[in-house]
């Protein structure tokens, strides 16, 4: 997977080959304790929240391989989907938020 633009950015145990959602991460024939059971799965996301955009991306686009992977026992994928709706949810309130701040600055500062 490409590490992306922001990847020199960040410590090594926030990228996304290291987090347990991404594809790398995962043996064949992954486990559920490679990834939060179905049950736990809303305790699990509580980190999302305090994701970057650029990371809740990485992290999402890792899930997103993973479930079209099609390998992954049918309760961790359900894990992963909620994940991937977590981050999801995510990059759209940190694009909700810039679009905000830039209509705001757009407002404060007219082009006449």
Not at 14 to 21: F, G, L, R, T
Not at 26 to 51: I, R, T, Y
């Given at each position: 997977?490409?590490?992306?633009?922001?990847?020199?950015?960040y410590?090594?145990?926030?990228?996304?080959q290291?987090?347990?959602y991404?594809a790398?991460?995962?043996p064949?024939?992954?486990?559920?304790?490679?990834?939060?059971?179905?049950?736990?799965?809303?305790g699990?996301?509580?980190?999302?929240?305090?994701?970057?955009?650029?990371?809740?991306?990485?992290?999402?686009?890792?899930v997103?391989q993973?479930?079209?992977a099609?390998?992954?026992?049918?309760?961790?994928?359900?894990?992963?989907?909620?994940?991937?709706?977590?981050l999801?949810?995510?990059?759209?309130?940190?694009?909700?938020?810039?679009?905000?701040?830039?209509?705001?600055?757009?407002?404060?500062d007219?082009?006449?």
């Amino acid at each position: 997977m490409n590490p992306g633009p922001y990847s020199d950015q960040y410590p090594d145990e926030y990228s996304p080959q290291n987090s347990p959602y991404s594809a790398s991460s995962a043996p064949s024939g992954s486990s559920a304790s490679s990834v939060p059971s179905a049950n736990g799965a809303s305790g699990a996301n509580e980190d999302v929240a305090s994701l970057s955009y650029e990371r809740a991306r990485e992290e999402l686009v890792a899930v997103v391989q993973r479930l079209e992977a099609g390998s992954v026992p049918l309760e961790d994928s359900l894990a992963l989907w909620e994940r991937g709706e977590a981050l999801a949810q995510r990059c759209q309130t940190w694009l909700d938020e810039a679009r905000a701040r830039l209509a705001a600055v757009a407002q404060e500062d007219p082009e006449d």
